[in-house]
């Protein structure tokens, strides 16, 4: 693997239902929020990119839940590659800084560690995100509600009881067709030892 990794950090979109759900909250922006847990092998370095606007606030919190030392180093860097934060030996730390247009690297890096893999928990907590409105009603379409989906299962059991009726019925007429038929050639022809 190499030294940096390319991982894009999708965040939840799903606060831009908030206004929609909370009436009188339009003016308020909320914070958008992920969290991950990953495995970083001993030896290895990853890295993250979050794309920021302009004027938002970026905060990431990470702690160390697994491996020797628990300690990890953290670089956070803005997106004309500038330093912001690089700590060393670190079990945890929260950074927030205001934010640029561009994407942010953020690094985890163990290559200090020979032999020891570390699990690392990590937050982006991302505020002021007002600039992308257009962006998250482009997800909204993506978004089925729950209505929505207790209507298909309501379809898909109506349909299912239609088939088990539909069999049932088709059961019914075949044995009454085979009750009938036994019927008519008990009439014609007895049986020899029923007289």
């Known amino acids: 693997m190499g030294d940096n990794i390319w991982r894009p950090c999708p965040v939840l979109l799903l606060a831009g239902l908030l206004p929609a759900l909370l009436p009188g909250t339009a003016s308020f922006t909320p914070s958008l929020d ?3 847990t990953f495995t970083l092998p001993a030896g290895q ?11 938002a606030s970026l905060e990431i919190e990470y702690q160390v839940l697994d491996g020797a030392g628990l300690d990890i180093d953290f670089h956070l860097a803005s997106p004309e590659g500038r330093t912001l934060v690089f700590e060393q030996r670190k079990s945890d730390g929260v950074h927030t800084v205001e934010t640029e247009d561009g994407d942010y690297m953020f690094c985890f890096d163990n290559t200090f560690s020979t032999i020891s893999e570390k699990v690392i928990f990590f937050e982006l907590i991302l505020d002021n995100m007002g600039e992308q409105e257009q962006e998250q009603e482009d997800w909204k379409k993506y978004i089925t509600g729950t209505d929505m989906l207790d209507m298909k299962l309501e379809d898909i059991l109506d349909l299912t009881i239609k088939i088990d009726f539909s069999e049932d019925v088709q059961v019914r007429v075949f044995l009454g067709i085979h009750q009938q038929y036994q019927g008519q050639t008990k009439q014609k022809w007895p049986y020899p030892d029923s007289a």
């Open 34 to 36: 992920s969290d991950f």
């Open 45 to 55: 370095k990853e890295c993250f990119y979050q794309p920021m606007p302009l004027k």
